[in-house]
C-alpha cells in the first residue's frame, strides 16, 4: 500500500443560501463516508471491489483517487477476513466501514460478526468501533442470494447495532452515527431506495442518532410502524387511500425507540407492522410482542403484519412480487385494518 | 539466580539488569535462559493447580491445558515488544504470563470468580487483557488469525514498526478462515506473525486425517516463508519467533511459525487420550520442554543443579501463593450478566511486558517487572 494522501485537495462545496438540490439515497451515503474519512484519518474503508472500480453499486466512486489505498482497501474475495480484520483495525484504533457487496454474504462473514465482533466488548471490555454496510433488499430479479434482508439474523445477536434508513437524509445521517458508534453496527442500505429515494439532504455536518424513530406521517387513525423501503410503500399507500395513517420510521432496529412505537400505538389504537424481510421472528414479531405487553389495553384492532412470508426470494418478476409486500398489499392491509 | 522476585512479577529484569549478555551467547542472556524456564514452569504448575482445581469441582464447565507445549507460547510471545500486540489461544497459557497477565487471574478466571481476567464473563482459556494488548480468543478457530491481520493492518497504515502475533493449532489449518487470513497477510504483507503448533490431534483426529501436505509448507503459496521448528525446543521457538518479528517489523511482512509438539494432555480434561499410541506418548515424554531445557541449562549454560531446582521450586511457592488469592475471589454479582453489552467509548488497549533483556529500556509501566514486586 502507499500513501497517497489528497484529502486536503478536495474540499466541500461553500455553503450557501440557496437551497440545495435533492440528493439520492445512494449519493447521501457516499456522502456521508466521505464527510467522515475528511473529517476522521482513523476511518477507513475495506471490502471488495471498492478501490479504484468504485464498489459494486458505486458508493465509494472517486475515494480511491481521494484517500488513496492505505484507507480505501480492496479485500480478497473473504467475507470473514474481511470482518475479522476489521474487528482487529477497530480494537486497534480504526474505524473500518466494511463493505459486503451484497447483505446476503454476511452469511459468509457471520462468524466473525457474531462471535468476534458482537461478543468482544462484552466478554473482555474490547470496543470495536466498526461498520458493515449491507446493500440489502429485493424487487429487481436479484433471486435468493442477492436480494435478501438479514435483520432478524443480526437483531438475534446482541452487540450488534443494527439501523435501516428510509431516506436519503437518514441514510446519511444514520451512517455518520454508526462510524462514530464505538459498537459494531450493521448498515442496512436497500438497494430499492439507491436511486429511487431522492430528498433533502442537509450538507456538512449532519448525524442522526441511532435509536431514534421519526414520525414519517401524522395520522390519527391507524399507524404503519416500518422501516427501510416500507416506509416510502407506507406513505404512498395511506396517500393514495386519502386515510389519516401514521407511518412511524424505525430507522434503527437495534436499539429500538420502544417509546416512539408505543406513543404512536396509544395515539391511534390500530397498529400494522410493515417490513420487507420474512415474517416469522422477525422485527414485526418483536414490535408486535412489545405491543402487546405494553400497550395492550390501548388497542381497538388486533395487529397486523405486512412482510414478505417465509420463503426465498424467488427469482421470476411474477414470483418475485407475489412475495415481496407490494403497493396494493399495503393498501389492501391498511383497508382491512381502518376497517376494523 | 537471585529468582524470588523475579517469580514474584513473572519477569527476569531485576537479574537481567545486572547481567552482561554472553558473548558468545547470541540474543539471550543468563536471566533471559531463566526466564524462559521460570515462564514454562510457571505455565506447567498453573495448569497443574487449575487441573486440581477442576477435580475439586471448583471449575464450572471443562478444563483445557497446553500440557507439553510450553516452549511455543514462551519462547515466541518471548521475543516481542511492549507494544506489539497478541491474540493468545488456549494452549498459549505461558504467553499471558510473559505479557504480564498473572496466575491468580487465570486461575479465577477458570472458576467464574469476580478477579477472573473477564470477571466471569468468560471462562477457561476464553480470555485476553486489554490492558495488556491481547484480544482474547473465541471458540471458533482459526477466528483470531483475520483479527491479528486486522492489528497487523492498522500498524500498517498507520506507518508503525509493530508486530501482531498469534496462535493457531494444526486442525485450524482445516478451515476456510485460515486460507483467508493467510492469504490477506500475504497479499496485504502485513506484520503479522503465525504461530503454528502441530500437536498431532485435532481432539481425536492424527495429522494424516486432517492434511496430506504438513500446513507449514503452504506458507510459501501465500508469498510468505514457511518456518519448521522443534516446538519443543524453547530457544529455537524464540529464535525463529525473533527473526519473524524482526522480518514483519521492517515491513517485510508475514510468516507462519510450524512448531512440531505433542499435546500430552487431552483436549479438555474430559478427554482420557485413548486414541493415543501409547509408544506414541512414550516418546513425546522424552522430550518435554521443561526438562530437555532444565538439562540443556545445567550442561550448556553454567547453571547448577539446584539454580534450576530452585526457579523451580520458587515457581510451585508462587503459584500457591496465587491459586489461594484466586480462591479467595468472589464469585461475581448476578447483576453484572446483563452489563457490557455495547461500549459506551473505545478504549486504546494497553501494552504488555516484555521482559526479554534486550528491550529493558523500553518498557513503560507495564514493563517487565511491573509494579507488583
Known sequence: MTTTETAASRQPPAQTDEPREDITYLEAISEGLRDEMRRDETVICFGEDIGAFGGAFKVTDGFYEEFGAARVIDAPLAENAIIGAAVGAAAEGLKPVCEMQFADFIACGFDQLVNVAAKLHYRQGVAVPMVVRLPSGGGFSGGPFHSQNPEAWLLQSPGLKVVAPATAADAKGLLVSAIRDPNPVCFLEHKGLYRNVRDQVPEGEHAVPLGKARIAREGSEASVIAYGSSVPLALRAAEELGEDVEVVDLRSLCPLDTEAILASVRKTSKVMVAHEATRSCGVGAEVSALISEEAFEDLDAPIRRLTAPDVPIPFSPPLEQAVLPQLDDMKEALGELLGY | ?373
Not at chain 2, 484480544?135 to 492498522?154: E, F, R, Y
Not at chain 2, 494432555?265 to 522430550?287: N, T
Request: charged fraction near 25%; hydrophobic fraction near 40%.
Open chain 2, 1 to 373: 539466580m537471585r529468582g524470588d522476585v523475579a517469580v514474584a512479577n513473572g519477569s527476569a529484569r531485576a537479574s537481567a539488569k545486572a547481567e552482561a549478555r554472553e558473548p558468545s551467547g547470541g540474543l539471550l542472556t543468563r536471566a533471559d535462559r531463566a526466564a524462559l524456564l521460570r515462564f514454562m514452569a510457571m505455565m506447567r504448575a498453573a495448569e497443574e493447580r487449575g487441573l486440581t482445581l477442576y477435580r475439586q469441582g471448583k471449575v464450572p464447565g471443562s478444563f483445557y491445558d497446553g500440557c507439553g507445549q510450553e516452549a511455543i507460547s514462551v519462547g515466541s510471545s518471548f521475543a516481542l515488544r511492549p507494544e506489539d500486540r497478541m491474540c493468545i489461544l488456549h494452549r498459549d497459557l505461558g504467553a499471558h504470563f510473559v505479557r504480564g497477565v498473572t496466575p491468580d487471574r487465570y486461575l479465577a478466571n477458570y472458576m467464574g470468580r469476580a478477579d477472573g481476567v473477564t470477571g466471569g464473563k468468560d471462562g477457561n482459556m476464553h480470555f485476553g487483557d486489554p490492558q495488556l494488548g491481547c484480544v482474547g480468543m473465541v471458540s471458533m478457530l482459526p477466528d483470531m488469525a483475520p483479527v491479528a491481520c486486522g492489528m497487523a493492518m492498522a500498524f500498517k497504515i498507520r506507518g508503525e514498526k509493530r508486530v501482531a502475533m498469534t496462535y493457531f493449532g494444526e486442525g485450524s489449518t482445516a478451515n476456510g478462515q485460515w486460507h483467508e487470513a493467510m492469504n490477506l497477510a500475504g497479499v496485504q504483507r502485513l506484520p503479522v506473525v503465525f504461530m503454528l503448533e502441530n500437536n498431532q490431534f485435532a481432539y481425536s483426529t492424527p495429522n494424516e486425517l486432517e492434511f496430506v501436505v504438513d500446513p507449514v509448507e503452504r506458507a510459501h503459496a501465500y508469498g510468505f516463508p514457511g518456518v519448521d521448528v522443534d516446538g519443543n525446543d524453547v530457544e529455537a521457538v524464540f529464535a525463529a519467533a525473533n527473526e519473524a518479528v524482526g522480518r514483519a517489523r521492517a515491513g517485510d511482512g508475514p510468516t507462519l511459525i510450524g512448531c512440531r509438539t505433542m499435546r500430552m494432555h487431552g483436549h479438555g480434561a474430559h478427554d482420557d487420550m485413548s486414541y493415543v499410541p501409547p509408544e506414541m506418548f512414550e516418546e513425546w515424554s522424552q522430550r518435554d520442554p521443561i526438562d530437555v531445557y532444565a538439562k540443556r541449562l545445567v550442561a550448556d549454560h553454567g547453571f547448577s543443579a539446584d539454580e534450576v531446582d530452585q526457579i523451580k521450586a520458587e515457581v510451585k511457592e508462587y503459584v500457591a501463593d496465587c491459586a489461594e488469592r484466586a480462591l479467595a475471589s468472589p464469585m461475581p454479582e448476578p447483576e453484572r450478566a446483563t452489563e457490557g453489552v455495547f461500549a459506551d467509548a473505545w478504549q486504546k488497549l494497553g501494552n504488555g511486558d516484555a521482559p526479554w533483556s534486550r528491550w529493558q529500556s523500553e518498557n513503560g509501566s507495564h514493563g517487565a517487572n511491573g509494579a507488583s514486586a
